[in-house]
């Protein structure tokens, strides 16, 4: 192998241009980096990932991020096969697992037979039931459920049942345990959900409720074999930071640690580079997602991809030689752009290790996540079954 550690960061929702297929989606026009870059208006400064090739890889530069001559290492883009453009999707497709038959949502609400059964588990009154912005249910139902002890059941464009509550008034336990049930009702084959999400929030009233970092997502279990399930089995050490525990309901993982935001993400990160291990180590960032993008706010968008920019620094001072660095994203959520879901755009990747001798190799459009994947395994030595890795390409063989 040419590298001992292989780190991938997933900046969850930070897109970099319609997909293909976008106007599948009624994505037409959405481009997150770019309207991020639009609304600083020169002020974004990225400097780290500006020098790995953020720029480069765009058809044009991002504002403010000027292209780097030469990039430190490789850039390109991906793009996405899976049916939907949830994170459940594009994480499991890095790993091999790509979702081609659409999950169920619901654009009306849920099922009552679905509501029925949940008020029958809670013994609580389900209200609220369509889709909804996050942050607007609990503003214009929070109140209410204080008082009630109701439980605020809502969706979105992706394929989610997300559950709300008060956490003086529904104890996150409970709020777990409801949402155990609920995973049990959508697991197929009439209806097939990609993510139950415990959502608890506090605050004394509507102006001042916040949803809080004890967020819960309970994922479809993978319908097969991940790459990390391959890489384990090799006898490889697979290591989740952030939501991917959730995503893969801790299948294929060895050793996971939860994040309370971006900054606590990026800790975890340091501590896990000064420990000595061969394998993979999976990163989730999920604030430019969570806080930014569905609440459609570029400026707290830009801050944050800064502030992840710096503690970037960090970790490109301590790679090791023979440590590589992947920097990619699950889909896309232009802060730009209208509505208040996931948009269809294909990712970036980033590619550097201190020992590389090939750089500034633009590695092109990836016809799938899984070519990520694939190059992660054939660094190990394991067989992938989807995928085209790029190992060759970035690799000192």
């Known amino acids: 192998m040419s590298y001992k550690r292989v780190f991938v960061i997933v900046m969850d929702s930070v897109g970099t241009g319609a997909a293909h297929d976008a ?68 994480h499991w497709e890095m790993m091999g697992l790509p979702v081609t038959k659409p999950l169920s949502t619901f654009p009306n609400g849920f099922p009552q037979e679905i509501v029925d059964k949940l008020e029958k588990f809670s013994g609580r009154k389900v209200i609220v039931n369509k889709p909804y912005s996050g942050t607007e249910v609990i503003h214009d139902y929070g109140e ?15 394929s989610v049942m997300q559950i709300a509550a008060h956490e003086d008034v529904i104890p996150v336990k409970e709020l777990y345990k409801i949402c155990e049930y609920a995973r049990t009702l959508v697991n ?48 490889y050490e697979v290591i ?102 996931h948009t269809r755009e294909n990712v970036p990747l980033l590619v550097y290790s201190p020992s590389m001798n090939k750089l500034n190799q633009s590695l092109g459009l990836r016809k799938t996540f899984s070519d990520l994947g694939a190059t992660i395994l054939e660094n190990f030595n394991v067989d992938s079954v989807r995928g085209t890795s790029f190992y060759k390409e970035i690799s000192n063989d």
């Open 23 to 90: 106007d599948k989606f009624d994505d037409l026009g959405s481009d997150t980096l770019g309207h991020v870059g639009e609304f600083y208006k020169g002020d974004l400064k990225l400097p780290n990932l500006g020098k790995m090739g953020i720029s480069n890889l765009r058809d044009m530069p991002i504002e403010g991020v000027p292209v780097a001559d030469p990039a430190i290492g490789d850039y390109g883009k991906m793009e996405e096969i899976s049916a939907g453009k949830d994170s459940m999707d594009g």
């Open 144 to 158: 209410r459920q204080m008082k009630t002890g109701e439980l605020i059941l809502y969706t979105s464009g992706d």
């Open 188 to 235: 197929g084959p009439e209806y097939t959900v990609g993510r139950i999400i415990a959502r608890p929030y506090v605050g004394p009233d509507k102006d001042h409720f916040t949803r809080t970092a004890n967020r819960h997502d309970f994922s479809l279990k993978p319908i097969g074999k991940t790459d990390m399930d391959r890489l384990r089995e090799a006898g």
């Open 240 to 341: 989740g930071v952030g939501k991917i525990n959730d995503i893969f309901s801790g299948q294929g993982i060895d050793r996971g640690y939860h994040n309370e935001s971006n900054m606590d993400g990026m800790d975890h990160v340091d501590e896990v580079m000064k420990q000595d291990f061969t394998g993979f180590c999976f990163t989730n960032l999920v604030d430019f997602d969570a806080m930014y993008g569905h609440r459609r706010n570029p400026k707290g968008f830009g801050q944050a991809l800064m502030d992840f920019d710096e503690r970037l620094g960090t970790v490109l001072k301590e790679m090791k030689p023979d440590d590589l660095l992947m920097i990619t994203a699950d889909h896309g959520n232009d802060p730009g752009f209208r509505g208040t879901d």
